[in-house]
């Protein structure tokens, strides 16, 4: 293949990752999604690390494969299957489009900042906190983008189009509802995306060599890279189209330099250079050391600015309000989905994609906040006022890319209890309005909540929390407020309930004779 297509097949690659990593978290029938986690996301190296830790599998291959290629190629990850990087390239696209094309120039790399940020990373995770890496995570920062600030929209247009074909009489859509997201969450996302549209659009890549954890772990496999861009001093023109062009601002085009490190393997360099003026293959001697540019004071203020924004959305985060307080202030914990087997275990592997939230078909997964700590920010959690645990469902697991949330056969995961349902009869409207009800009851796909009797005709709701599973039904049901009269109480290790007894018909269906009313 020749040097100058490089690019063009790179660009193909990346367009097709980034449109399915897209499709994965805007499925709205949830048909699709778990077929396209299992192919695409193996490859996104945070996710494919942090589920290795749990188990060995197709994702400790996909990380193999990910570490493997840039042992090779360099760092052809960030510029090929990084869905955010692609999402940084759209944007330089773009603004080239409305204020000119943007000539780049050779500045020396921020690799003190890169590499502190990931070893504080991997301290903090060491530490059982994935604080850092849920913040500034590349997939997990595009899957919240995409979550939070793009579906809500998909699912606007879907529902309107929906609603206009049905007053003719063709249902081929149906109305999708909404997910619940707090304001913190949305500050927070909308946060991060402004800083990466401004990085990208006057920075090029510098986020991917300053704050991704991703691109600094890739960076330094990259530095005994056996393939490399190098500038050929024999061929060369000195033209320095090739340090205009790259967005990584890696290429010293004087002193025939490129800083390996810090190239993302986008190859504009390549379709850019008139002459053979730069090869790409195996062990080529590097150029000549680069002399010593001039700090610019800009960029550093920006690189500032940078950590700033990431220090500034801890603090909208902290300011902000749980999903529904007169429920949380009971609870002494979040309730986490089945699967992830405890709180411990969901909040030290949950990277906050929200991959999970996406495809959650009841709509009880939600992002939280400050709900699991500052190390758990972000993370997903039940919010029974929104939706409940389907009983037959196990998607979440079917999706999880990090191993936060383990995939469960349907029938063992009826007997899981994520958490025992607590009964307040002062809340109850049998009580405060002596009125009859009934709704958790009638909702309990185990029956753990029975009507026995109270006053008169009236029937007051009796918890078998050995049968209970924690689902959330009765919780959804209840229509109580400001505060249900039943709520789950989280188990912060899950538990194994009892199955429900059946009970058998006092008259055998065989033998009614015709309907009894």
Not at 458 to 473: D, R, T
Request: charged share 15%; glycine share 8%.
């Amino acid at each position: 293949m020749k040097l100058e297509h490089l690019k063009p097949v790179r660009v193909a690659v990346s367009i097709a990752v980034l449109a399915g990593t897209s499709l994965a978290f805007l499925d709205l029938g949830t048909t699709i999604s778990p077929w396209l986690s299992t192919v695409l996301i193996p490859f996104q190296l945070v996710p494919a690390l942090t589920k290795s830790l749990d188990s060995f599998g197709l994702w400790t291959a996909g990380a193999v494969a990910v570490l493997t290629l840039t042992l090779i190629f360099g760092r052809v990850y960030c510029s090929t299957l990084c869905p955010l990087g692609t999402f940084q390239d759209l944007i330089i696209h773009v603004a080239e489009r409305y204020r000119g094309k943007r000539k780049f120039r050779f500045l020396h790399p921020h690799y003190l900042l890169q590499y502190s940020l990931l070893a504080g990373v991997m301290v903090l995770f060491l530490g059982g906190s994935l604080i850092l890496l849920n913040l500034v995570e590349p997939f997990s920062s595009f899957g919240r983008i995409v979550q939070v600030l793009v579906r809500p929209g998909l699912i606007a247009v879907n529902n309107g189009l929906a609603v206009a074909l049905g007053i003719v009489e063709v249902y081929a859509l149906y109305q999708v509802p909404f997910h619940a997201v707090s304001l913190g969450v949305f500050g927070m996302t909308l946060a991060f995306l402004g800083m990466i549209v401004y990085m990208a659009a006057y920075h090029g890549r510098l986020f991917c060599n300053t704050l991704c954890p991703a691109g600094a772990l890739l960076s330094l496999v990259s530095r005994v890279a056996a393939f490399r861009i190098v500038i050929d001093e024999v061929t060369c023109k000195d033209c320095g189209l090739c340090e205009k062009v790259c967005k990584a601002e890696c290429i010293d085009a004087d002193n025939h330099h490129v800083e390996f490190g810090a190239c993302v393997s986008c190859f504009n360099c390549m379709k850019a250079c008139p002459t053979v003026g730069l090869k790409y293959g195996g062990w080529f001697r590097p150029g000549r050391k680069p002399s010593v540019h001039a700090v610019n004071p800009a960029r550093r203020r920006f690189v500032t600015t940078g950590v700033g924004s990431v220090v500034g959305m801890l603090a909208i985060g902290a300011d902000s309000l749980k999903t529904n307080p007169a429920t949380t202030e009971r609870q002494k914990h979040p309730v986490t989905p089945p699967g992830s087997i405890s709180i411990a275990h969901f909040s030290q592997q949950c990277t906050a994609c929200h991959l999970c939230v996406s495809a959650c078909p009841t709509r009880v997964l939600v992002p939280s906040v400050l709900e699991y700590g500052l190390a758990g920010i972000l993370q997903p959690k039940m919010d029974f006022w929104t939706g409940f645990c389907n009983y037959d469902c196990t998607v979440c697991g079917s999706v999880c890319p990090s191993g936060a949330i383990l995939r469960i056969a349907p029938d063992a995961k009826k007997l899981v209890q994520l958490g025992k349902s607590q009964f307040v009869k002062d809340d109850c409207i049998v009580i405060t309005k002596k009125t009859d009800c009934g709704a958790c009851s009638e909702h309990c796909p185990t029956k753990a909540v029975s009507m026995v009797p109270h006053e008169g005709k009236l029937m007051l709701p009796e918890v078998n929390n050995e049968i209970c599973v924690g689902c959330g039904a009765c919780e959804y049901a209840c229509p109580t407020k400001p505060r249900k009269a039943i709520y789950v109480e989280s188990n912060p290790v899950h538990l194994v309930a009892k199955k429900p007894q059946i009970k058998q018909l006092e008259t055998p269906a065989e033998e009614l004779k015709e309907f009894p009313f």
